[in-house]
């Protein structure tokens, strides 16, 4: 089976909602800052859409070199691209 054939729909990723807050919290300059449950579910999903954009490339790189294990240097080679696609 090649990468573009996967159904995407099939792929799952989830975080916790606990963590994402914890990690934002980490970079508010004001203490008082207050973050709302609607702002974390979207927070929650780009890290879901960038988590799995960055695997369908990593294992797309892994098949181009004819590979059926993606390793840690396929996501390094599609890194900057996936970055500059997000900014």
Known sequence: MDV???DISKLTSKFKIEAIREVLKLHFVDSK????EDVLQ???????????EATLRA?????I???????ILHVE???PQL????I
Request: hydrophobic fraction near 45%; charged fraction near 25%; glycine fraction near 2%.
């Open 42 to 52: 979207l927070v929650a999903e780009v890290i879901r859409i960038i988590t799995t």
């Open 33 to 36: 800052t207050r973050i709302t």
């Open 77 to 79: 080679k599609i890194l």
């Open 65 to 71: 070199e004819g590979l059926v294990e993606v390793q």
């Open 4 to 6: 573009e054939d996967y």
């Open 83 to 86: 970055m500059l696609d997000f």
């Open 59 to 63: 294992s797309r790189q892994a098949s």
